[in-house]
């Protein structure tokens, strides 16, 4: 996953520096608020039943706004795709969860349902705007998640190096995880149930009308 982001990076500087001219005058330098890298948390107790997540693939807000240009479209469309997966890489190593998955669309039979948009990323900063649903459509998260890279991404030695911004992956997944531990076993229940209950109806509707 280092190596197909490290790839990335490089891709969007070269295509950077191709698309700038001379003459343009340089881009005002953004002044990015640091924090302390967030731990993950991980299960010493996991709370039953353990629930499924499915993670859509992420949306990217200048694509969506036409703002974005054909040179950095391919780099915008692998990030939408990769970003998820290690988002699902983090919450599968809380050890808290039933099976994580990531698909190209919203899952009908999801108990809990993840989707994202990119609202700005590169080798400096990432910000993601998440959404968190469970199958009776309760919002469990509707906020904006923003995070500079980590100094240690970029270490030359791959045993000590990890994702620049799994920080905020690591807040994203705690967040997650203290909604589902303020919740009761009934309720959690329930939401299994609302869930089957959704997936029947989407293979057979006339049974539900």
Same mark, same amino acid.
């Given at each position: 996953?280092?190596?197909l982001?490290a790839? +990335?990076?490089?891709? =969007?500087?070269?295509?950077?520096? !191709?698309?700038c001219? !001379?003459d343009?005058?340089?881009a005002? $330098?953004? #002044?990015? &608020?640091?924090r ?8 010493e107790?996991p #709370? #039953?039943?353990? +629930? ?8 990217? *807000?200048?694509?969506? !706004?036409?703002?974005i240009?054909?040179?950095? =479209?391919?780099?915008?469309? =692998? ?7 290690? /988002? ?12 994580v998955?990531?698909?190209? !669309? %919203?899952?009908? %039979? *999801? ?7 990119? /609202?700005?990323?590169?080798?400096l ?13 309760? $919002? ?12 240690? *991404? ?5 045993? $000590?190096?990890?994702? &620049?911004?799994? %920080? /905020? ?14 919740? &009761? $076993? ?7 149930? *609302? ?5 029947a109806?989407? /293979? ?6």
């Amino acid at each position: 996953m280092n190596k197909l982001r490290a790839l +990335l990076l490089a891709i =969007a500087i070269c295509l950077c520096f !191709s698309a700038c001219s !001379s003459d343009r005058p340089p881009a005002p $330098v953004k #002044t990015i &608020p640091l924090r302390a890298p967030t731990s993950l948390l991980r299960a010493e107790n996991p #709370t #039953t039943p353990n +629930l499924n997540i499915s993670i859509m693939a992420f949306s990217n *807000a200048d694509a969506e !706004s036409g703002r974005i240009s054909r040179i950095f =479209a391919p780099i915008r469309e =692998a990030e939408a795709s990769y970003l998820p997966i290690v /988002l699902r890489d983090t919450l599968v190593e809380t050890g808290y969860w039933g099976a994580v998955k990531v698909g190209p !669309s %919203s899952d009908v %039979s *999801a108990e809990v349902q993840v989707n994202a948009q990119i /609202l700005e990323s590169n080798a400096l900063e990432l910000s993601l705007k998440v959404r968190v649903t469970d199958s009776r459509g309760i $919002v469990w998260i509707d906020q904006t998640y923003q995070e500079p890279a980590q100094t240690t *991404a970029y270490l030359i030695d791959e045993k $000590v190096r990890e994702d &620049p911004f799994q %920080s /905020l992956y690591n807040r994203i997944a705690n967040d997650i995880l203290r909604f589902r531990q303020q919740m &009761p $076993v009934t309720e959690a229940k329930t939401i299994v149930q *609302a869930a089957l209950l959704r997936y029947a109806s989407a /293979l057979a509707p006339e049974a539900f009308e």
